[in-house]
């Protein structure tokens, strides 16, 4: 049946149109385009022809309602750097193979901004949430209370660890483990510890592998030597500073991210201090600036892409589930990359 006269450019066509066009409900209309078992094959081909023919594009919103997933994820990071980016990339190329919108928030490292987006997604009718913490983040009740009216949701790199729920983490550990033992064969002894807020996981993590590190080496714990604070390279750059006046000063300094040992590299500089021959330095994270900084400087990488990927596939797979599945955790491993900032066996 050829379709009556309408003007394309006067209004958008309607589940209406394509039911008035054939001559059919449109309750059979809206089974043919939900795939419904009860329409004829026949009938399911003719819908979606004239659709296509009327250009009609169904309101997602509306479908949801019915179909209960709206086939969109709510993604909550704390910023969008080199790391969570492409953290961010590897969830929406997995999203996207399954058919699925990601819809992106920044908590920009405030624990109430982070409510807020929570919120705000939520509102939305997203049909889960993968998160990674903010760093001023120490309460996840926002979060506890969502996981137990059944909001499927996905940590990751930045987990609250008494929290019921699936999480893709890194090694932090270990990776630690392989900068300061690093360090440590390259012939330092006094090696620094630049850290985060001393509520954030991944800090702690990551001091834990240093500490046990030196320990295993015979080495001494030295207190001045650990430092904690802001996230930020202006911390790091002060906290260097102030290092770099202790008698002896460190001839080693090991970043817990790359945006603090950026914040190190320039205090070193200011001060004169030649790298890696008076203070050897390695970050974490590995982003594509350390390779490119004078001297390059040596970072332990985290798989962030993957992360991204594991995280989303978790999240699907918890979705389309015919059964509840228990919360799993997932580690991936880090890899030591080494460069000119930490090169210098003093034997």
């Known amino acids: 049946m050829p379709p009556h006269s309408r003007s394309h450019s006067a209004r958008p066509a309607t589940i209406k149109d394509v039911a008035r066009e054939l001559g059919i409900s449109i309750s059979t209309v809206s089974r043919a ?9 026949a009938t399911r081909q003719a819908v979606l022809q004239m659709a296509e023919q009327l250009d009609y594009q169904p ?3 509306a479908l949801s ?35 699925y919108t990601v819809l992106t928030c920044q908590s920009n490292e405030s624990y109430g901004r982070e409510i807020t987006n929570t919120q705000r997604l939520v509102n939305t009718r997203v ?20 996981l137990l009216r059944g909001l499927p949701m996905v940590f990751f790199d930045r987990v609250g660890t008494d929290l019921e729920a699936s999480k ?14 690093h360090l440590i064969e390259q012939g330092c002894r006094r090696i620094a510890f630049l850290g985060g807020p001393a509520s954030l996981f991944i800090s702690n993590q990551r001091q834990e592998g240093y500490l046990a590190t030196l320990r295993a080496h015979g ?61 050897a330095l390695v970050g974490f994270n590995d982003e594509p600036v350390m390779s490119l900084l004078t001297p390059s400087v040596s970072s332990v990488a985290q798989p962030a892409f993957d992360m991204g990927k594991v995280a989303a596939q ?18 991936l491993k880090p890899t030591l990359v080494v460069r000119e900032s930490s090169l210098l066996r003093r034997g």
């Open 59 to 61: 309101n997602q919103v």
């Open 33 to 41: 385009m939900r795939d419904f078992p009860d329409v004829n094959p």
């Open 219 to 279: 080495l001494p714990i030295i207190e001045e030597l650990i430092t904690h604070g802001e996230f930020d390279r202006e911390h790091a750059y002060r906290a260097t500073l102030q290092l770099l006046d202790l008698q002896p000063r460190p001839d080693a300094i090991f970043a817990m991210s790359d945006r603090l040992a950026v914040g190190a590299l320039l205090a070193l500089r200011e001060r004169g201090v030649r790298v890696p021959e008076e203070v």
């Open 127 to 146: 049909d889960g949430l993968i998160v990674s913490l903010s760093s001023a983040t120490s309460n996840v009740d926002h979060f506890r209370r969502l």
């Open 65 to 99: 309602l019915v179909t209960k997933h709206a086939h969109s994820i709510g993604v909550i990071v704390p910023n969008l750097d080199y790391f969570f980016a492409t953290a961010v990339r590897g969830i929406d190329e997995m999203a996207l193979e399954a058919g």
């Open 314 to 331: 978790l999240f699907i797979e918890m979705l389309n589930s015919d059964q509840s599945l228990p919360p799993q955790t997932v580690v």
């Open 168 to 181: 893709v983490v890194l090694d932090n550990k270990d990776g630690a483990v392989q900068a300061v033992g």
